[in-house]
């Protein structure tokens, strides 16, 4: 995780979250000994006309406040310590607390930082860098990330994944020519989500593991700084209870940072083994049939800085728009397996002006219309379009 500091984290929001976590012990505020806060919130209003809540009720305009801190502790020159709790509100007015992240890390060399703990993995840029409201351009995740702020009607193909385990990461300085970044990775895996049939892949941390086997993964990431870095991460575990069936992810992500324009976007596909049922033994499949199941999906984002215009008052403004596409095997004929799936995939588009009020304080006007492949799959999803107003500030 690349955020060791507040300043990794304002680096990332400036200049396309390339900041090293070798980067961030050279640019550390911090004494042997001291105690810091960072982190960041947002209150977001969305209006969401058609959607209704798990329990069936209609959820037409939906005000969410959040506040998330960050505690950074400096145990000695080689040992920081981090940690991020997350508050929030739910629908029924309650305070929910979930803990993000806790984590040591250990300045191996000036290009080698060990990682133990919960952390976020190196999967992509979104999850480990961009999720943040402050950071991510838009009010909204990205189409193909489920969880974190919800995702209306559209089903996520993956979760901004995070696990328990330990993580090396190296930076590889080329000179003039750029840099290397690798995170290689080991932690207690996915599960299998509960149910009387199974099936279906938890990405969600929990305490121990359900089998006995770990999952496997790692980032590398070419960058010619400031402009552009492209990276390709994978990540392979076992899911099942019994440690027979495995699921594998793979994504390719790329960003390009101009003067007053950027582009960025991630490729993701994954491809998770599912068994037959009993009756299946009628269609000469038998108990010990295996499915792969595959979900994929990809976005691209382009943003645009108004002060390019060279007017002051303009200054201020961002431009952003963001495209999202998803989609999965499930076409109504697997029952019970990955069933959650049906009628979750789509498109979606984003709009969005940003008005920034401070370099770490942000009012994010946007709109967002999505479209769903497969309805008639599902009984409870519609097609939704949500308007949002987000106030989003660091610290």
């Known amino acids: 995780m690349k955020k060791v500091l507040l300043q990794s984290a304002v680096a990332a929001a400036i200049s396309m979250s390339l900041m090293t976590t070798a980067n961030a012990q050279e640019n550390s505020t911090l004494d042997i000994g001291r105690f810091a806060l960072a982190g960041y919130g947002d209150v977001t209003y969305a209006s969401q006309p058609n959607m ?32 991020e709790i997350e508050f929030s509100t739910n629908s029924e007015g309650e305070t929910e607390t979930e803990l993000e992240y806790a984590n040591m890390h250990y300045f191996f060399n000036d290009n080698t930082i060990i990682t133990a703990g919960k952390f976020l993995l190196p999967f992509g840029q979104f999850g480990a860098n961009l999720h943040p409201s402050w950071i991510n351009k838009a009010a909204s995740n990205p189409g193909i990330y489920g969880g ?3 995702n209306g009607s559209l089903g996520g193909v993956t979760s901004i994944m995070g696990d328990t385990g330990i993580n090396i990461a190296n930076t590889w300085n080329l000179g003039d020519a750029g840099r290397i970044f690798t995170d290689f990775y080991s932690v207690s895996g996915p599960r299998q989500e509960e149910g009387d049939h199974g099936g279906g892949v938890d990405m969600e941390v929990k305490k121990g593991d359900n089998n006995d086997s770990f999952a496997f993964g790692g980032r590398v990431a070419y960058a010619f700084l400031p402009e552009w870095e492209v990276g390709v991460s994978y990540y392979t575990g076992d899911y099942s209870n019994d440690g ?45 049939w295996v499915k792969y199941f595959d979900k994929e999906g990809w976005y691209i984002q382009g943003t645009w800085q108004a002060r390019q215009l060279g007017k002051a008052w303009l200054n201020p403004i961002e431009l952003v728009i963001r495209y999202s596409d998803s989609s999965s095997d499930f076409d109504g004929s697997i029952e019970h397996d990955f069933e959650e799936d049906g009628g979750k995939m ?45 106030l989003a500030f660091g610290f």
Do not use: C, M
Request: charge should be negative; glycine fraction near 10%; proline fraction near 3%.
């Open 346 to 390: 789509g498109s979606r588009i984003y709009y969005g002006i940003n008005y920034w009020l401070e370099p770490s304080a942000v009012l994010k006007p946007g709109a967002e219309s999505t479209s769903i492949d497969n309805e008639e799959a599902s009984h409870d999803t519609v097609p939704d379009d949500r308007v949002f107003l987000q």
């Open 52 to 83: 209704k809540d798990e329990e069936g009720n209609d959820i037409q305009n939906n005000v969410v406040a959040r506040f998330i801190p960050i505690f950074l502790f400096q145990l000695s020159e080689k040992i920081h310590i981090e940690a």
């Open 244 to 288: 027979d069936l495995n699921y594998n992810a793979y994504n390719i992500d790329f960003n390009w940072v101009g003067s007053y324009a950027s582009v960025r976007g991630e490729i993701f596909g994954s491809t998770a083994e599912t068994e037959g049922e009993k009756e299946g033994e009628e269609e000469g499949h038998g108990e010990e």
């Open 148 to 150: 974190h702020g919800g």
